[in-house]
């Protein structure tokens, strides 16, 4: 997993705004960006996915921006809510391949 | 969970011991995988399967081994475990590349 990584370990966000999750990649062979949640005591779960020849894909509150000329892939979630509080990771994986290289994470807290 | 299992939930062993984890799904997905989650580190794969009997190495095979003899089990093994082996396991199923469902976890310590 050390293609994918992310900006910052933490981030600490006041309920209802809007949280923005960077992760930054270094394969330029990837062709699919996934992030996943992982809430505690449980396995990640899937949230969105792009592939590589998109810009931009909206999900329900969440929206997954890619920029490949920097190499930069961000979650942003809408009206942030408590629920949201868990652990976010972002993913990649090769053309042909079935395995996920995993970053090492960011831990999303809301504030009440 | 997606219909994905894994036993034992929680385990302590001794330096020295074998120890097997089991994964077991009922989606009837073709790739399994393999995981240890250590602070700092993410997610890392340990091992995956692409089938039945077919199996490949992730990036941190050294000390394990696994067998699939069925479709719905994937067995992960420490041959003999050591202290920095404890971490917590997470098998994985998936039928396309992106998406993964991950079981609930096992939470290893060798002492």
């Known amino acids: 997993g050390e293609n994918v990584g992310l900006h910052l370990p933490t981030l600490s966000v006041q309920e209802g705004d809007n949280s923005i999750i960077n992760c930054a990649y270094s394969?330029?062979?990837?062709?699919?960006f996934i992030w996943y949640k992982q809430e505690s005591g449980k396995g990640p779960q899937f949230i969105i996915d792009?592939?590589?020849?998109?810009d931009k894909r909206q999900g329900q509150r969440v929206t997954v921006l890619l920029n490949k000329t920097v190499k930069h892939l961000s979650l942003q979630i809408a009206a942030t809510q408590p629920g949201d509080s868990a652990v976010y990771f972002c993913?990649?994986?090769?053309?042909?391949?079935?395995?996920?290289?995993f970053g090492a994470g960011t831990t999303v807290t809301v504030r009440a | 969970d997606a219909g994905i299992t894994q036993s034992p939930r929680h385990k302590v062993t001794e330096t020295g011991t074998p120890v097997t984890l089991r994964c077991h799904q009922t989606?009837?997905?073709?790739?399994m995988y393999w995981y240890r989650q250590d602070p700092g580190h993410g997610l890392r794969l340990i091992h995956y399967?692409?089938?039945?009997?077919?199996?490949d190495k992730g990036e941190v095979s050294d000390g394990y081994s696994v067998s699939r003899s069925k479709t719905e089990d994937f067995l992960l093994t420490l041959e003999s475990a050591t202290s920095s082996q404890t971490s917590v396991y997470f098998c994985?199923?998936?039928?396309?590349?992106?998406?993964?469902?991950f079981g609930p976890g096992t939470r290893l310590t060798v002492t």
């Open positions: 989606e009837n997905h073709r790739y």
């Open positions: 994985a199923i998936s039928e396309s590349r992106q998406e993964q469902y």
């Open positions: 394969n330029s062979a990837s062709d699919y």
């Open positions: 399967s692409y089938g039945v009997k077919d199996t």
């Open positions: 792009i592939r590589s020849n998109m």
């Open positions: 993913a990649e994986t090769r053309s042909n391949d079935y395995k996920l290289s």
